[in-house]
């Protein structure tokens, strides 16, 4: 699904480096999408039916669309964010696409509006330029294309050319639309969807029902949780499931990078804890120690450990009271891995059978942490730029403040983490323009060669993210 109304979309300006960027950028164009990491709602390709209204489908679920209109003013609810309480909302899909359009302004400059019109033009080829004028003519455009069997997920699925996408579940969830999808012939180990495994809401003590999370993870797996012993030996039985269902990574999302082992006080600190007696610290040090607990169970069965740090979840407490988790209410804080990392490190860092793909909301610690550690550990790759990081300007200085210290291999090709399915080729190609950009420059300044540049850029799209995910490889 390359883009074919902006051709140099993203490349150079420079026209020596831009012909350069072309050529490099047109071997990858066409690649099929490999797509590790996230949050797609797997129904949606089980079940394959139309998606609803175009506002629906591209507005509410947009936490990045809906915060933006909300820091000037738009409530939540005024574009059909729905509530905690159930008190109502917008639910016109014409009158939130109008009051989306009247404030397209707020996103010129941002990566959501270049993500928008992208998907605009070349999923739903849509001619027409979004405004207040213009949104009704686009609506009607949009809808007419989403009655059609073409804009199904399962066809959108084959025509984005995606090879494998890994939707994202808790260890309490069933699995059920996975097995949908196995059942026919979409899913399971190897499959074009695959689960990853997600265990923040039974590893965080300040989770929403964590106890009582805990308790249904015990009834799922008739282990008794309420032990410590019997808790690892639970999670263990569903990572099994979830590597049945084709998983082969997981995913952990935590206010910070600390690692630690606590040893024998892991079952003390777990018991007080299911007592509702957790102690200030506690919550920090289970998941720090849980981490650990993750890489050894990691070593036996091969899961690839994500480690996400460094949001400040719920942050707009108002938001997050009246709308939940999720809906844009989240801030990036400073986040510290040289010495957060250590003790991970210490235990497993050299050991080929691990593998850990770091993530940061933190841009100053690409040079200065993440480079360094990535390209000195067996164990460490470095993810893509992620969440507030994954714009244009960002992946760009990605590549400008790592690669010189841990390489082009050390790290996990490109992360969409979208929930909004039409955008993902679009993300891909953007990331794939932008590193054509990097290697283009490379290639002018004479530091690498065009053959070793070509050969670069199709791993960086392809091969890498297949290897480092272990698609394509059979599981333990
Ligand atoms: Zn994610």
Redesign the pocket.
Known sequence: MPTSTRPDLLLPAEPGQRALARELYALVARLPVISP???VDPGLLADDEPFPDPSRLLIVPDHYLTRMLFSQGVLPAELGVPTRDGSPVETDGRRIWRRFAEHWHLFRGTPSRLWLEQTLTEVFGLDARLSPQTADEVYDALAARLAEPDFRPRALFERFNIEVLAT?ESPLDDLSRHAKLAADGWGGPGGRVVTTFRPDNVVDLEFEDWSANVDRLGEITGEDTGTYQGYLAALRARREAFIAAGATSS?H?HLTARTLDLGADAAALFDRARRGRAEPGDTEAFQAHMLLEFARMSLDDGLVMQL?PGAVRNHNRWLHARHGRDVGGDVPQATEFVHALAPLLDAYGNDPRLRVVLYTLDEDTFTRELAPLAGGYAALVLGAP??FLDSPEVLRRFRETVTETAGFYNTAGFVD?TRAFCSIPVRHDVARRVDAGFLARLVAEHRLPMDEAAETIVDLAYRLPKQVFKFGEKQA
């Open positions: 990491h996230g949050h994202t995913d999302g996400h992620w969440w983490d």
